[in-house]
């Protein structure tokens, strides 16, 4: 009987070491950007003046660099494990913005704030939505607050809310990504074209 007792004993060692040794590996952490497509025309009339940029203002989890995930239509927000915008979105989206005007010809000057040009005019965004939708409805939403202001006399030209909801064939999150990079590409044009519109 004592000697049934170390090799029972070792039996159990080697149970417990199967089961730690068992345990499925910690995800790798992954890095996302948002990246807006180059506009298809270039704009008939140009801004005079310059248009200046600022980071875009994001309450709470907005501003942060976890991506967002909602099953219930954006009531409750959970951030995703291991998966992270490359910057804070105001910066990655304001940037994003400065690029895609610059390339669609809308003004004579398009800068970032921090460059401090002097500009006409001041563009302020506000992210209202930027989260994957899982669920029985799978997709995508983002929807951006977009304000054009006159600098010397703070004169509201243009004020709007642009939201793009878009469908994904799963819940994986690079479905997730592709179609908040096609409904920013689609923000961005709305955008473009109400900035050709506007009375300046």
């Given amino acids: 009987m004592r000697q049934l007792r170390p090799l029972l004993l070792l039996a159990l060692l080697a149970a417990l070491a199967g089961c ?10 992954q890095y996302f950007r948002l990246i807006a497509e180059q506009p298809g025309e270039p704009a008939a009339n140009k801004i005079t003046g310059g248009l200046e940029i600022v980071p875009f203002a994001g309450e709470g989890v907005m501003s942060d660099r976890p991506l967002l995930y909602t099953a219930d239509g954006g009531r409750k927000l959970e951030q995703r494990n291991y998966a992270y915008w490359t910057e804070a979105p105001p910066q990655m989206l304001r940037d994003q913005l400065v690029s895609y005007l610059r390339q669609a ?7 970032p704030s921090e460059l401090r040009l002097d500009s ?13 939708l899982v669920g029985s409805n799978s997709g ?10 006159e600098n010397s006399s703070d ?4 004020s709007r809310v642009y939201t793009a909801e878009k469908p994904t064939p799963g819940q994986n999150i690079d479905s997730a990504v592709a ?3 096609d ?15 506007a009375d300046f």
Avoid: C, H, W
């Fill in 120 to 132: 006409a005019y001041v563009i302020r965004g506000t992210i209202r939505r930027l989260e994957q």
């Fill in 183 to 197: 409904g920013l590409d689609e923000i961005f044009a709305a955008f473009a074209s109400d900035l050709a519109a």
């Fill in 105 to 111: 010809g809308v003004a004579d000057r398009v800068a």
């Fill in 155 to 158: 004169r509201l030209i243009l």
């Fill in 20 to 29: 730690f040794g068992s345990a499925p590996p910690v995800p790798k952490e």
């Fill in 140 to 149: 995508a939403v983002i929807s951006l607050e977009l304000a054009v202001m």
């Fill in 179 to 181: 179609a908040l990079n």
